[in-house]
Nanobody, 122 residues
Framework: QVQLVESGGGLVQAGGSLRLSCAAS????????MGWYRQAPGKQRELVAN????????DYSDSVKGRFTISRDNAKNTAYLQMNSLKPEDTAVYYC???????????????WGQGTQVTVSS
């Protein structure tokens, strides 16, 4: 079993900052990538940021480039999303996502966290 547990969400004023954490636990052999998605009311879930383990390649949505930074502590299997200069349009439920193997001969599977609410007031 694999669990992704997010933390760090909350209410913040526009222009403020928040740091989200996502801890992956359980039977993890290797992690290919970890990322963050978000879903605002009435909208589809969208990619916010992604970090590929091999090469440390990062990818960001245009709407957050220059404001958000994704990072990982590989030893702790934990991903972070530092969010600066927050805007009301960043309000959403943020979900952690991971592509990982639970064994050396296992396929890569996708896992999701339960989500954490981020609300930015104007």
């Amino acid at each position: 079993q694999v669990q992704l547990v997010e933390s760090g969400g909350g209410l913040v004023q526009a222009g403020g900052s928040l740091r989200l954490s996502c801890a992956a636990s359980g039977s993890i052999f290797s992690i290919n990538a970890m990322g963050w998605y978000r879903q605002a009311p009435g909208k589809q879930r969208e990619l916010v940021a992604n970090l590929i383990t091999r090469g440390g390649i990062t990818d960001y949505s245009d709407s957050v480039k220059g404001r958000f930074t994704i990072s990982r502590d590989n030893a702790k299997n934990t991903a972070y999303l530092q969010m600066n200069s927050l805007k009301p349009e960043d309000t959403a439920v943020y979900y952690c996502n991971a592509h990982l193997r639970t064994g050396w001969d296992h396929y890569v599977n996708e896992y999701w966290g339960q989500g954490t609410q981020v609300t930015v007031s104007s």
